[in-house]
């Protein structure tokens, strides 16, 4: 309950709602009080006109005047304050959901190597929807039901302290009830989520890779992998619902009990002349409504675990260490003067792990210095390290031991934000967002220009294609890119990466995966991108290879060779391997070829 009443006193611009909801709930409170009242009045004229002994009928009439007044109040009370409740549910639920996705964005690389988009996302709608409903009921339900309940035991005490002190009981005993089943019930709620989550991370997947799964035929498999999740999710609310129940049964019971001794005492007392019939009849009522949130409190408390599952997802996201100088929360800085002295990216005996072993590193004793202007590219086999090298250039992870410095500054003091200023990137796989080509090219750049538009577009060699498409620009291109083809969406990347115009290129070789014919549109567009650019590119294809200045060959994460493609050629190392093997038709060669991520 902690967690729900942190997040609730963080969100500090809903706090005139709180106010307001507080005081409505007291003003329902008043209202629905002051009815058994007026019906004990009420009662007791009736029978004193019965008997004979007095009463006029107007009376009788004002007081159902009165009834009028004091409903018709409540009813606008009580729907101001659920308006407010609403209100105050939705923007608690706008501001969680803000905060949630801000701290996704401060989140270093590393977490998202270890979860599924899918399974933050269900994390996400889940656990804010459970404390917003929770919330929601509270305020506009319950809250105004428990201030009633302590004005009750207020009247209840002044007209019979045994009544009081059995209408104490009935809260602390529900409560005591309750928390006997509340661990075991947390423990289901838990299980059922890890289901939940599995299956709604791997739908993700599955949809973002509906043509593999075509492609495969493994709709049936992947169908009863979905539904084994959510089938042994029904098993475990079977054994919750089961055992809810039962204890809810036990709690009802006891309740029923102590209820039955209140109704004893009202009826006995009033035989024995202690109360008038209007006041018996008023006590029944106030019992009544004492009765209600208890009533209600089985559906309250299940409410109350699930938010309580939920508040504790939220802030185990929420308390996940930011990645360091992230640039939502690194405070402004002078921009970083690069100088020209110094090379452009230093390795200074660097190591590199993804786990927090010695014998895990990726990369080991990694010295390296690139100048400025130079064109590099980092030759080695399937994950030996050429990637993570310039993820570590880039901030996307720290370095375990040793120092990486870019223009003299060490990486670890200049801000992220500015220092990815400073790169520009093309993936293998080009990423690219659902919306418009413009929004993609422009994507992280202000105020782009038509003009700006169609030069990076011509010099990455996309202008083509984009003016044959009837909205040009403004064509919408689908989720990820989709309704273009793969030599489309790398251009677009190099058009994306020319309009940033950063000084460092990385090159996670775009051409590898494509046809002839638009392997050479694009590589006409990186041509021109990596032109006066220091570009680091992770090799794949031997013809881009020859083209460097310097080759750097990796070997079970350490430097093996550097040097130019003449001089390494006659070595007898990696590349000199790779330059062999080429165009051979041999089993054994190809697979050799396949090894260092070489495709032609």
Do not use: C
């Not at 309950?1 to 709602?17: G, H, Y």
């Not at 009370?77 to 608690?92: E, V």
């Not at 988009?117 to 656990?127: E, K, M, P, V, Y």
């Not at 593999?212 to 539904?227: H, I, M, N, Q």
Request: proline share 2%.
């Amino acid at each position: 309950m902690r967690s729900i009443i942190k997040i609730m006193a963080t969100a500090k611009q809903l706090w005139p709602l709180y106010l307001g909801i507080v005081i409505g709930a007291i003003a329902i409170a008043v209202t629905s009080l002051m009815t058994p009242f007026v019906i004990a009045r009420a009662t007791d004229t009736v029978v004193g006109i019965v008997e004979g002994r007095g009463g006029a009928v107007s009376t009788l009439i004002w007081l159902a005047v009165a009834l009028l007044v004091i409903n018709l109040a409540n009813s606008a009370i009580s729907n101001l304050t659920g308006f407010w409740g609403d209100l105050m549910a939705t923007r608690l639920r706008v501001i969680l959901s803000q905060r949630y996705f801000h701290k996704l964005l401060r989140l270093p690389q590393r977490y998202y190597d270890n979860e599924l988009t899918g399974t933050l996302i269900s994390r996400l709608n889940r656990s804010i929807t459970s404390i917003t409903d929770f919330l929601q009921m509270f305020s506009n339900s319950f809250f105004p039901m428990l201030i009633t309940v302590f004005a009750v035991l207020g009247i209840s005490l002044f007209y019979s302290p045994w009544l009081a002190l059995l209408l104490i009981l009935i809260y602390p005993t529900f409560v005591w009830l309750t928390t006997l089943t509340s661990k075991r019930w947390q423990v289901w709620e838990h299980q059922k989520n890890e289901h939940y989550d599995i299956a709604g991370g791997r739908f993700a997947e599955v949809i973002g890779q509906m043509r593999v799964v075509k492609s495969f035929v493994t709709e049936r498999r992947e169908l009863d992998k979905f539904s084994g999740h959510y089938d042994a999710a029904v098993g475990l609310t079977r054994e919750q619902s089961a055992f809810w129940h039962r204890m809810d049964l036990a709690r009802r019971g006891v309740l029923d009990v102590v209820f039955f001794a209140i109704y004893a005492i009202i009826f006995v007392q009033t035989a024995q002349g202690q109360y008038s019939l209007g006041v018996m009849v008023m006590l029944i009522q106030l019992v009544t409504m004492a009765r209600q949130p208890v009533t209600s409190m089985s559906y309250l408390v299940d409410t109350t675990q699930r938010a309580i599952a939920g508040s504790h997802e939220y802030f185990k996201v929420m308390n996940e260490i930011d990645e360091p100088n992230n640039p939502l929360e690194a405070q402004p800085s002078a921009t970083v003067e690069w100088t020209d002295e110094d090379p452009v990216v230093a390795f200074r005996d660097v190591n590199f792990g993804y786990g927090d072993d010695d014998g895990d590193l990726v990369l080991k004793d990694i010295d390296l210095e690139i100048n400025r202007g130079e064109r590099v590219a980092f030759v080695g086999e399937s994950g030996g390290g050429k990637t993570t090298l310039v993820n570590l250039i880039m901030k996307l992870y720290p370095a375990t031991s040793g120092e990486i410095r870019v223009y003299g500054q060490s990486v670890r003091d200049v801000p992220t934000e500015e220092l990815r200023r400073e790169i520009g990137v093309v993936f293998q796989d080009a990423s690219l967002f659902s919306g418009t080509i413009r929004e993609n090219m422009a994507y992280g750049i202000a105020d782009v220009t038509d003009e700006q538009l169609e030069t990076a577009a011509r010099r990455a060699n996309a202008l083509g294609f984009i003016n044959g498409l009837k909205d040009r620009f403004d064509t919408e291109i689908g989720e990820r890119g989709v309704k273009l083809s793969g030599g489309q969406k790398q251009r677009l990347s190099v058009a994306r990466a020319l309009l940033k115009d950063a000084p460092v290129l990385i090159l996670d070789e775009a051409t590898s995966s494509l046809d002839t014919k638009s392997e050479r549109a694009v590589q006409a567009g990186l041509e021109e991108l990596m032109e006066g650019r220091t570009t680091l590119i992770i090799a794949h294809r031997l013809s881009t290879i020859s083209t460097v200045d310097r080759i750097v060959t990796l070997r079970e994460g350490r430097i093996d060779e550097i040097g130019t493609p003449a001089e390494l050629a006659t070595t007898g190392g990696i590349y000199a391997e790779l330059l062999a093997l080429q165009g051979s038709t041999r089993k054994a060669d190809k697979a050799r070829l396949l090894a260092y991520d070489i495709t032609s």
